[in-house]
């Protein structure tokens, strides 16, 4: 799914660096020289769309129930490990060679142990989730925000 920015000082490019959801947040408040808040997830990406380097290699995670049984993947570019949680029948994928998920890799044991790890370690860490209080947005953030149309 693509990510599309725009923002004051940013240029037109196509990034091939995987990225998740969770780095709007991160990204978003580094934009406004903002704080991240302490623990939360995601990496900001604010250096990578003013042409600096992208974030570290990680795993990103995903869940979700689109085709029946509940599914979890694991991306570490350039593969992916979807985990069917009913049967725990995992596939894996070279997203590189087979972007649109056609053929599963067989026999690469390591890989899918390595990525499963990957992805339980994840799920951990989400799962023990930060609590937040409200908040109230002193003015001028406030209005930052107001001008990238993120409120109202």
Same mark, same amino acid.
């Given at each position: 799914?693509?990510?599309?920015? *725009?923002?004051?000082?940013?240029?037109?490019?196509?990034v091939?660096?995987?990225?998740?959801?969770?780095?709007?947040?991160?990204?978003v408040?580094?934009?406004?020289?903002?704080?991240?808040?302490?623990?939360?997830?995601?990496?900001?990406? *604010?250096?990578?769309?003013?042409?600096?380097?992208?974030?570290?290699?990680?795993?990103?995670?995903a869940?979700?129930?689109?085709?029946?049984?509940?599914?979890?993947?694991?991306?570490? *570019?350039?593969?992916?490990?979807?985990?069917?949680?009913?049967?725990?029948?995992?596939?894996?994928?070279?997203?590189?060679?087979?972007?649109?998920?056609?053929?599963?890799?067989?026999?690469?044991?390591?890989?899918?142990?390595?990525?499963?790890?990957?992805?339980?370690?994840?799920?951990?860490?989400?799962?023990?989730?930060?609590?937040?209080?409200?908040?109230?947005?002193?003015?001028?953030?406030?209005?930052?925000?107001?001008?990238?149309?993120?409120?109202?």
């Open positions: 799914v693509p990510l599309i920015v *725009w923002a004051p000082g940013i240029e037109g490019r196509r091939t660096t995987p990225v998740s959801i969770a780095d709007i947040a991160p990204t408040l580094e934009a406004l020289d903002q704080p991240a808040y302490p623990g939360t997830f995601g990496t900001s990406l *604010w250096p990578l769309l003013l042409g600096g380097a992208g974030p570290a290699e990680r795993a990103l995670v869940e979700g129930t689109l085709y029946g049984a509940e599914r979890k993947s694991v991306v570490l *570019w350039t593969y992916k490990l979807i985990r069917n949680e009913r049967n725990g029948r995992t596939v894996l994928y070279d997203l590189e060679q087979d972007p649109g998920e056609q053929s599963p890799i067989r026999g690469a044991d390591d890989l899918v142990g390595l990525l499963s790890r990957r992805l339980d370690e994840q799920l951990a860490a989400s799962a023990a989730g930060v609590s937040y209080e409200s908040t109230e947005l002193d003015p001028e953030l406030r209005e930052q925000l107001r001008s990238l149309g993120y409120i109202r």
